[in-house]
Structure formats: structure tokens, C-alpha cells
T-cell receptor, first 121, second 114 residues
Framework: DGGITQSPKYLFRKEGQNVTLSCEQNLNHDAMYWYRQDPGQGLRLIYYSQIVNDFQKGDIAEGYSVSREKKESFPLTVTSAQKNPTAFYLC????????????????????FGPGTRLLVL | GENVEQHPSTLSVQEGDSAVIKCTYSDSASNYFPWYKQELGKRPQLIIDIRSNVGEKKDQRIAVTLNKTAKHFSLHITETQPEDSAVYFCAASINSHRGNKLVFGAGTILRVKS
């Protein structure tokens, strides 16, 4: 999991501001994921992407947006519509994914980045 | 959709004793069950996983068992040490044409007292 980086480590957001969290991997993984972690609630899936230029909403996508223009990168934007953004954000990647006609692929382990802690000013 | 329940939420054991954490899942199609360990302020790290064609897997002091009929799986840590203190998460897979994803349990805080 050393091949996944997230930046910044800490991020401060002012009310009404959009902020973008970076996630980069050099593991040649097809799939990438964004999770939000709040105390006592485990990891909740925000968005995930199996291939470039395609992504799917997770369980708590409202107030967030993503893009997947490159295989290595999956940035997450926390928009002003997200009213309670304070949390620890974790990015993950795995080699599972789809190719060509989006056939189902075998499952692979998810590896996590070091996380970004977002705080509201 | 898939729901994963994890128990207990906190577990305190004496050094050298065993610790057991249990998870149940709802989707019978789930076929991959990883366990992650997360130390304070750090990223989750995979410690062991099991696939649905196996009933038990062991790696040194750590073992995982899976009962597909009952839809539950458990993490067993033997001869616990203070460095085992952390939060442990179980997860179950969901595979579909839209992609693969994991659903996580809420976590168990394990404290090993020396």
C-alpha cells in the first residue's frame, strides 16, 4: 500500500468553499475508491471507479464529486453542499476492475492510502 | 443491499489471552471477506482474508473462519500482545456488472492489557 498517496494530510475548509482531495496510485490498479470515516461508524463508501472515465456512486455520494481522467488519479471534491464534511477521508485501490465489455472480474484486495483529515473552519 | 454487522464494538483482553471478533453479512452472493487492522490515525491494513470456497484460514497468531450457511465469519487472535491493540474491521464483497465493492462493519476496538 505504499504505492497510494493522498494529499494533503490535513485540509481546512471554510463555509461555502469547495475543496479537492488528491489520490494517486502507481500500482497499475484498475479500481479506485473513496471512503469517509467517522468515529464509531466504520468506513462508508462515497464513490468508486472501476475504469478510466467511469465511476459509480457509493452509499453517501451526496455533496461529493469525483473524476477519473487517468488510471493513476481519482480526486474527490467536497462541495459546499456537504454540510458536515469533517471526517477522515481514505482512498483505496485494487487490481479488480473491468475491461472491454465490463465483464465481472475476480476480486482483489483493496489497499488504502494514508488518508486526509478534513476540518471545517 | 449488503449489511455487515460486527460484534463486539469494544473488546478488552489480558496479554496472552485470545480475542474473537464476529461479523454477520446479509448478501448470500458475497464471496470475499477481508479483515483490516487500523492503528490510531493510520490507514487500515489488511491482516487476513478468506474466500467463500474456504472454511478456515490461518496466518501465525491470526485465523479467520467462515460459515457460509449461517452467513457469519470470525477473526481469532491467539496469544495477544499489546501491539495487537487497534481497531479491527471486517468487510464483505459485493460484485456486480457495475463493479466490485466492499461493505465494512462498524469496527471493534481491541485493547490488550499488559
Amino acid at each position: 500500500d505504499g504505492g497510494i498517496t493522498q494529499s494533503p494530510k490535513y485540509l481546512f475548509r471554510k463555509e461555502g468553499q469547495n475543496v479537492t482531495l488528491s489520490c494517486e496510485q502507481n500500482l497499475n490498479h484498475d479500481a479506485m475508491y473513496w471512503y469517509r470515516q467517522d468515529p464509531g461508524q466504520g468506513l462508508r463508501l462515497i464513490y468508486y471507479s472501476q475504469i478510466v472515465n467511469d465511476f459509480q456512486k457509493g452509499d453517501i455520494a451526496e455533496g461529493y464529486s469525483v473524476s477519473r481522467e487517468k488510471k493513476e488519479s481519482f480526486p474527490l471534491t467536497v462541495t459546499s453542499a456537504q454540510k458536515n464534511p469533517t471526517a477522515f477521508y481514505l482512498c483505496a485501490s485494487s487490481s479488480s476492475g473491468t475491461s472491454g465489455a465490463r465483464r465481472r472480474s475476480s476480486w482483489e484486495t483493496q489497499y488504502f492510502g494514508p488518508g486526509t483529515r478534513l476540518l471545517v473552519l | 443491499g449488503e449489511n455487515v454487522e460486527q460484534h463486539p464494538s469494544t473488546l478488552s483482553v489480558q496479554e496472552g489471552d485470545s480475542a474473537v471478533i464476529k461479523c454477520t453479512y446479509s448478501d448470500s452472493a458475497s464471496n470475499y471477506f477481508p479483515w483490516y487492522k487500523q492503528e490510531l490515525g493510520k490507514r487500515p491494513q489488511l491482516i487476513i482474508d478468506i474466500r467463500s470456497n474456504v472454511g478456515e484460514k490461518k496466518d501465525q497468531r491470526i485465523a479467520v473462519t467462515l460459515n457460509k450457511t449461517a452467513k457469519h465469519f470470525s477473526l481469532h487472535i491467539t496469544e495477544t500482545q499489546p501491539e495487537d491493540s487497534a481497531v479491527y474491521f471486517c468487510a464483505a464483497s459485493i460484485n456486480s456488472h457495475r463493479g466490485n465493492k466492499l461493505v465494512f462493519g462498524a469496527g471493534t476496538i481491541l485493547r490488550v492489557k499488559s
